[in-house]
C-alpha cells in the first residue's frame, strides 16, 4: 500500500505585532521594488516573437515616461522634469537594448531576463565610476530598469495585483512600501506580512487603517515561506504559523471568537458619550487617509478628524493630484464629518513614504532625517500653495483646520504661515469662499520643536504630538527598523517627561495639544496622556472602539493616581507594570464572556 503523504510541519515564526486580527489563508509573495523576473528558453521560431514584446515594452515605457514628464512639468516646471528626458535617453539606449537582442537571439531566453541581464552589467560598471554625474546614472538604470520589467513581466508588483488575484491571500513581502500598501486591493488581502518593518512603519498604520491583520519585522517570511502554503497570522502576538496543524487551527478558533466577542461588547459603546466613569468628557478623533475611511471613522464612533495623512494621494499611481483633484478628497472628507472638524495635515512626503516622483532625491542616507514633509513642501512651494488653496477650498464646506508635519524650526512655520497667507488672497481675489479664520497648527514630532512650544504658540493656534517620530527622534531609534524594535519603546521614561512637558506647557499657553501619534489609540497610555492633559486622542478608526470602552470605565481619580506611579517610576519595567495594573482594573474578564 502506497503511503499517505505527511501534512507538511507547521512552522512559528516570531515577529513585531504590526495591526491586530487573525487570519488564515494562501501566502502571495508580493516582489517588492525588485520585479520578480523568470528565465525560461525559447524556440527558435519565437525569438522574433519576443524581440517584439520586449519593442512593445520599450514602447509603453516611453509613453508612460513622457506623461509623466508633462504632468511634472504641469505641476513643478520643466527643471523638475528634465530627469524625464535622462530617463528616455536611457530607455533608448541602443547599446543596451542592442545587447539584449543579441543576448535574446543567442542564448534563446526571454526577453525579461535577458533584459535584466544587460541592465544589471551597465549598473555595475555605472555605479563603478569615478565620476559622480556619471555614477547618477546607475540611479536612472535602476528606475528604467524596475519600469521596463514591470511592464515586460506584467510585474507582480501591486500596483496591478487586484487583476492578478483570484482569491484573497496573505501578502508576504520582504519590504513592502506604503505606496505598494496603498495599491493593494482592499478586497483581497487577508493579512499582510512583512520581512521588514516596525510597529510604527507606515505600511503597517495603513494596515492598521484598513483593519487587516499585520505582522512584521520577520526577517526571513519571504524565505520560510512559498507561494501557497497556508499560513495563520496572530496579528496581536506577531506570530505567523505556517502549515498550522488541526490542533493550531482549533485554538485559533477559539481566539478568533473570544476577540468577536470582545470586539461585540467595545462596539457596543461607540454610541455612548465620550466621558470617564465620574463624568469628565475626552474626545476621540479618527486618523484617516481619505474619502475610503470616512465611512469606517463614524461606524467607530469617531465624529471628527484629528489627522488627515494627506500623502496618501501621492502614493497611489505614478502622478501626484492636481489642486482640483486634491480640493475634490478634502471636501469629501470635510462633508461627510460635518458639523465635526477635520485636521488636515500637509503633505509628509519622504522618511519611509517615497515614490518616484522627482521631487523626491533618490537615496538619501537618512530620509527620515532628510528631505521630508515641510522641509520639502517649502523648497516646493507651487507644490505646496497647490495643496494649501485645495485645503482653504475645502474649508468652505465645513470646519477645517490646518496642520504641518515635521516643525523643527520657527521659520518653517512662519514661512508656511506666509505661503498660506499668499493663497488666502489669491483665492480672494477670484472671489472663492474659503475659512478666514482657519485655524493652523503644527506637529510635535521633533524634539527640538517640543522645546519652543511658547515660541512656537506666536504662530499657531493648536499642537497635535506626533509619537510615531517624537520617540524615533528622541531615542535615536528608527521606527521602521525591526533590528531596534525593543528599543522603540514609549514607556522609556525620558520620553514620557517629555510627553508630561508638552501638555503641560501647551496649556500653560493656553493651546490644546492633541496626540495623533499610534500611542494615542493604545489604550494602555490613553489613559495616562488625559491624566496629562491631552486635549484629544486621534487614532486609527480600528482603534476607537476598545479605547472609548476602555476610558468609559476610567475616572479622574484612578488616573491622577495611575500618572503619579509612572511619574515616580525609574524604568520602562516600572513603567509598562504600573500601566498594566491600571488597565487590568478597566478590561473585561475573558472569563465573563458568554462561553461559545
Ligand atoms: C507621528 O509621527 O506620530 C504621526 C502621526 O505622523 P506619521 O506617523 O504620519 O509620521
Ligand atoms: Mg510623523
Not at 18 to 24: Q, R
Not at 113 to 126: G, K, T
Not at 419 to 429: H, N, V, W
Not at 496 to 516: A, F
Request: net charge negative.
Amino acid at each position: 500500500m502506497p503511503e499517505s503523504p505527511q501534512p507538511p510541519a507547521e512552522v512559528v515564526l516570531k515577529g513585531v505585532a504590526g495591526s491586530p486580527g487573525v487570519a488564515l489563508g494562501p501566502a502571495y509573495e508580493l516582489i517588492s521594488g525588485e520585479i520578480e523576473v523568470p528565465c525560461y528558453t525559447i524556440p527558435t521560431d519565437q525569438v522574433e516573437a519576443e524581440l517584439a514584446r520586449l519593442d512593445q515594452a520599450v514602447l509603453t515605457t516611453r509613453d508612460q515616461l513622457e506623461e509623466l514628464r508633462t504632468q511634472v512639468a504641469k505641476r513643478l516646471g520643466d527643471d523638475e522634469a528634465m530627469i524625464f528626458d535622462a530617463h528616455i535617453l536611457v530607455l533608448e539606449d541602443r547599446a543596451i537594448l542592442e545587447e539584449t537582442s543579441r543576448e535574446i537571439r543567442t542564448r534563446l531566453l526571454n526577453a525579461d531576463y535577458c533584459y535584466r541581464a544587460v541592465s544589471d552589467r551597465f549598473l555595475q560598471a555605472f555605479s563603478a565610476m569615478e565620476d559622480a554625474f556619471l555614477r547618477e546614472r546607475a540611479t536612472d538604470i535602476r528606475d528604467i530598469t524596475r519600469r521596463l520589467l514591470g511592464n515586460l513581466t506584467g510585474g507582480r508588483s501591486s500596483h496591478n495585483l487586484g487583476d492578478h488575484l483570484k482569491e484573497k491571500v496573505v501578502i508576504v513581502a520582504n519590504d513592502l512600501t506604503p505606496s505598494e500598501t496603498a495599491e493593494l486591493p482592499r478586497d483581497k488581502v487577508l493579512a499582510i506580512v512583512n520581512d521588514l518593518g516596525g510597529k510604527t512603519s507606515h505600511a503597517v498604520i495603513m494596515a492598521r487603517s484598513l483593519e487587516v491583520p499585520a505582522v512584521v519585522g520577520l526577517h526571513e517570511a519571504t524565505s520560510r515561506i512559498a507561494p501557497g502554503d497556508t499560513i495563520l497570522v496572530d496579528g496581536y502576538e506577531g506570530l505567523v504559523i505556517v502549515h498550522p496543524s488541526e490542533a493550531t487551527l482549533f485554538r485559533y478558533g477559539k481566539l478568533r471568537r473570544q476577540k468577536e466577542q470582545l470586539r461585540a461588547i467595545y462596539e457596543a459603546v461607540v454610541s455612548e458619550p465620550s466621558e470617564t466613569a465620574d463624568g469628565q468628557p475626552f474626545v476621540l478623533e479618527a486618523n484617516v487617509d481619505g474619502p475610503m475611511d470616512t465611512a469606517k471613522a463614524h461606524r467607530r464612533g469617531a465624529r471628527s478628524v484629528g489627522l488627515f495623512r494627506t500623502e496618501h494621494l501621492f502614493l497611489k499611481g505614478d502622478q501626484f493630484p492636481t489642486e482640483e483633484e486634491q480640493y475634490e478628497a478634502y471636501r469629501a472628507v470635510v462633508t461627510s464629518m460635518k458639523p465635526g472638524s477635520v485636521v488636515i495635515r500637509t503633505l509628509d512626503l519622504g522618511g519611509d513614504k517615497q515614490t518616484d516622483n522627482p521631487v523626491l532625491p533618490a537615496d538619501e542616507d537618512n530620509p527620515f532625517m532628510g528631505f521630508r514633509a515641510l522641509r520639502l513642501c517649502l523648497a516646493h512651494p507651487d507644490l505646496f500653495k497647490a495643496q494649501l488653496r485645495a485645503i482653504l477650498r475645502a474649508s468652505a464646506h465645513g470646519s477645517v483646520r490646518i496642520m504641518y508635519p515635521m516643525v523643527s524650526h520657527l521659520a518653517e512655520v512662519k514661512r508656511a504661515n506666509a505661503l498660506l497667507e499668499e493663497c488666502r488672497r489669491e483665492l480672494a481675489a477670484k472671489g472663492i469662499p474659503f475659512d478666514p479664520t482657519i485655524p493652523v497648527g503644527a506637529m510635535v514630532e521633533i524634539p527640538g520643536a517640543a522645546l519652543i512650544l511658547d515660541l512656537l504658540a506666536g504662530s499657531c493656534d493648536f499642537f497635535s504630538i506626533g509619537t510615531n517620530d517624537l520617540l524615533q527622534y528622541l531615542l535615536a531609534v528608527d521606527r521602521g527598523n525591526e533590528r531596534v524594535a525593543s528599543l522603540y519603546n514609549p514607556a522609556h521614561p525620558g520620553f514620557l517627561r517629555l510627553m508630561r512637558t508638552i501638555l503641560t506647557e501647551g496649556k500653560r499657553l493656553g493651546r490644546p495639544v492633541g496626540i495623533c501619534g499610534e500611542l494615542a489609540g493604545d489604550p494602555l497610555f490613553a489613559p495616562l496622556l488625559l491624566a496629562w492633559g491631552a486635549t484629544s486622542l486621534s487614532a486609527s478608526p480600528g482603534a476607537l472602539p476598545e479605547l472609548k470602552f476602555t476610558l468609559r470605565r476610567t475616572t479622574r481619580a484612578g488616573m491622577a493616581k495611575l500618572a503619579a506611579e509612572v511619574e515616580a517610576s525609574t524604568c520602562s519595567e516600572d513603567v509598562r507594570r504600573a500601566l498594566r495594573a491600571h488597565r487590568d482594573t478597566l478590561a473585561v474578564n475573558p472569563d465573563d464572556l458568554p462561553k461559545t
